[in-house]
């Protein structure tokens, strides 16, 4: 992965990520896994980092558990589920975890980063046939994926590698899928999201990309502080195949963002 600025020997400086994953079927319809993640750079964003050969070590959470305070390392553990039912839904959680501290569990500590999501997927609703719907929930704590560089956080080219809108939100999430006959597809979706941005000169910790070292506050953090934001998407989909390959596609997307504070800034 490569950083977003900067410059050595005319390339950008280089950051890398390994990432582990152990599942287990518990049933034939029940998968639970773990996973570990460790996204490396150099604390001096103007060094080269070469690949270390420890990074191939295929066993999952041997650095996590065994080199927590190596510089340049940005770890990261979590949990995934995954439940089919009745051959027609599909219920999915993930918990992630990024230099979580119980000792300072919930006391709103800027390192205790946790994203979570909720899902499920219902096929052939009402058995009829092509009919999906699937809802979601995302909750994703203040400085979530952040570091105290680029070359440590969860990005890639300035552009967030999990979430799109980065930290600091809780969302709803609804679509709806029909394909009512084998030319025609439809899709609509309904996104809610309330969520905190940050105010000029204070970082509140849903942009990625920011240093938190520049944090308003070590402990009392919570999601949506800073200035309180409301987002609204619905957006509706309508595409037909002509023939294979070309499809002609309408349309709509209304979107609404309102906000405690007017910064004057388009978002």
Known sequence: ??????????????KYMTLHRLGFDVTPNLNIGVFEQIIYG??????????????????????SLFNTNEPGENKATGLDVRWNLFNTMSVYGTAYFDGLQLKEFGNGAWNNNIASQ???KYFDVLEISNLDIQAEVNHITPYTYARKNYLMNAAHFRQPLAHPMGANLREVVGILRYQPIDRLSITA?????KFGSDLPGRNFGGDVMRNTDSRVQDFDNEVGQGNSSDLQLYDFTASYMLKHNLFVDLRQTIRNLSQ????????
């Open 118 to 120: 909720i899902g499920v």
């Open 42 to 63: 150099d604390e001096n964003i103007n060094k080269a980092v070469p690949i270390k050969i420890a990074y191939f070590n295929p066993f999952i959470f041997t650095r």
């Open 1 to 14: 992965f490569a950083g977003a600025t900067g410059s050595i020997d005319g390339e950008f400086p280089k």
């Open 189 to 193: 979706k309904a996104i809610i999201t």
């Open 260 to 267: 405690e504070v007017n910064t004057g800034k388009k978002e």
